[in-house]
Each structure stands twice: as C-alpha cells, then as structure tokens.
C-alpha cells in the first residue's frame, strides 16, 4: 500500500533535517582537518620531512600550482584570441542558459533538458 502524501511530506522534511545535520557536522569536521593538516605541515617543514607513516597511514607534501582569477575580462579576452578553452571547466552556468534562450537566443550544441524539483520550506 502506498504511503499517504503528509506521510511523504514528514519523512522528506525528516531527511532534509537528517542531511542539514550532517552537513553542519561535516564542515565542522573540514574546519578540524584544515587545522590538522596546517599544523601538521608546519611540523614537517620544521623539521625538514616531506612525508611521514605511522600505523599504515602516510602523509606527504607536495606544492601545486592552482589558478586565482583576478581580471576576469583580460583572462576572457586571452582566452577568446588564442582559443585557450581548455583553461576553464566544461560546465554551462544554467542560470545564463536560461537568461539566454528566455531572449530568444539558439545556443548551438546545447539540448534543454527540464527537470522537476521540490521546493519544500518548514515552517
């Protein structure tokens, strides 16, 4: 027999709830790894290691360049002259999708595809 619809509702709230809990708890976690992780850096600099194990768990430092965008329409008009896209990530903003097609607009090798969404707010 299928559940009754408040039934639904309930449980849905209650797992919404279950999954903002662990969310909370899980940046809470990410802010005492991040803590770790530096103090655990400092300590190897200091005393010159680059990697550590103990107990079948091993730590190692290694530096990475990473990207920090700071003039976003110099590095839009690099990438436009030299063609460089693989520098950004495939991903479409779907908010401009949508802003762009709303005008009219044929975005080519681009299918529209709906998706149906809950909206849920508790009171």
């Known amino acids: ?10 449980e849905y709230g209650k797992t919404r709830d279950e999954i903002k809990s662990l969310q909370a ?23 010159g290691l680059d990697k550590i194990s103990n107990s079948g768990r091993t730590v190692s430092i290694k ?6 965008v700071e003039d976003w329409d110099a590095l ?3 990438i436009a002259k030299t063609s460089r ?11 401009a999708y949508r802003e762009a097609i709303g005008l009219g607009d044929d ?7 709906e998706l149906t969404k809950i909206n849920f707010r508790s009171t």
Do not use: C, H, W
């Open 63 to 68: 530096q990475e360049i990473v990207p920090t």
């Open 1 to 10: 027999m299928a559940k009754k619809l408040n039934d639904l509702l309930a």
């Open 107 to 113: 975005i080519p090798g681009v299918e529209s595809t």
């Open 76 to 78: 839009q008009e690099y």
């Open 85 to 95: 896209f693989e520098l950004l990530q495939k991903r479409m903003s779907a908010t």
């Open 25 to 47: 708890q899980e940046k809470e976690l990410n802010v005492i790894k991040r803590e770790l992780e530096y103090q655990i850096t400092i300590r190897m600099q200091e005393e």
